[in-house]
């Protein structure tokens, strides 16, 4: 009986995918994937997320050679802890970076958010303070990371429930400093804009107006669920379990009317609905991709 050794992805040359413009995409879930390969390839892409996919091999991954084949992919990773105070795990990093060899995604992403603690590893992307501390950690994981993926990552914003008192500088201002520094790219998650806005009470509008739009190389877009907090206020939860909503979608066309088109994600991660819902999302990002023009970053302000 022999034993399958996994390749040495370490050897593996890393190079950029082509890129996709201006189009949009879903998060790719297996149980689409009949429908997916039964319908003729469309314009599109599908992210995945970069854990879902670290073993050597099995179904996950002929299930991912067969998306591949036919659309582009977008690796999104979620436990890699660039906002932690300790060192990266270097096995995750050399998994990830497998990954990215294997697969060569149009687009490789993380968050700016940390998720470890020790030994303790959350199920959650935690918020960190803004300060010229942390700003260093942040930049130098991201170097680790771009450096062994020999190409830029993108950052995305998160999404908070809470605020540090010890923060020193805005979140937009940090996520610009990052970029400038490490040359990284941004993920704007407009969902994620919405919803710190609301639970801390500030003007997403006047929050996009002052991120650095021109290094944004994608956009999410994701549903969220409502609850109410100990003191009765309206508190708003990401958690990518139904439809974009009405509020977000106008966001959204500011954003592209601005920045012009980038590639955008319907994330949906649970409650999965059926492949023809989750396309009609996408759908109708795309058309707003295709109607919506760069009108420029100044004198097309909206009331807050």
């Known amino acids: 009986m022999t034993t399958a050794i ?7 040359p890393l190079r950029y995918s082509a890129p996709i413009g201006g189009v949009a995409g879903t998060s790719f879930k297996p149980e689409h994937l009949q429908a997916i390969l ?4 469309q314009r599109g892409f599908f992210e995945v997320h970069a854990e879902n996919y670290m073993g050597a091999g099995g179904p996950p991954h002929r299930a ?9 992919l977008s690796l999104h990773g979620v436990c890699m802890s660039i906002g932690g105070p300790q060192p990266l795990d270097k096995a995750h990093l050399a998994r990830f970076r497998g990954l990215v060899a294997r697969y060569q995604p149009a687009l490789v992403s993380e968050h700016l958010a940390w998720s470890t603690h020790e030994t303790s590893f959350f199920n959650d992307l935690l918020p960190l303070p803004y300060t010229a501390a942390t700003l260093r950690n942040v930049c130098d994981h991201i170097d680790q990371v771009q450096d062994a993926i020999r190409r830029p990552l993108l950052l995305e914003n998160p999404s908070t429930y809470v605020a540090f008192r010890l923060s020193s500088m805005s979140e937009t201002d940090s996520i610009r400093t990052v970029a400038e520094r490490t040359g990284c790219g941004l993920l704007l998650d407009i969902n994620n804009v919405f919803v710190s ?3 801390h009470g500030f003007s997403a509008l006047d929050y996009l107006a002052d991120f650095p739009l021109p290094r944004v190389e994608e956009i999410h877009l994701a549903g969220h669920a409502k609850q109410v ?3 009765g206020d309206l508190l708003l939860i990401d958690s990518h379990d139904g439809p974009v909503a009405d509020a977000v979608w106008k ?3 500011i954003v592209v009317r601005r920045r012009g088109g980038v590639p955008t994600l319907i994330e949906w991660d649970s409650k999965i609905p059926d492949w023809a819902v ?7 990002a795309q058309a707003i991709l295709d109607r919506c023009r760069p009108v420029g970053l100044t004198g097309d302000r909206h009331a807050a």
Do not use: F, Q
């Open 251 to 253: 966001l959204y066309e």
């Open 278 to 284: 989750l396309r009609a999302e996408a759908a109708a």
């Open 6 to 12: 996994a390749p040495d992805m370490s050897a593996v």
């Open 38 to 41: 039964g319908a003729k390839p």
């Open 64 to 72: 991912l050679e067969a998306i591949r084949r036919d659309h582009p």
């Open 197 to 199: 806005a609301t639970n």
């Open 229 to 231: 907090d100990d003191e």
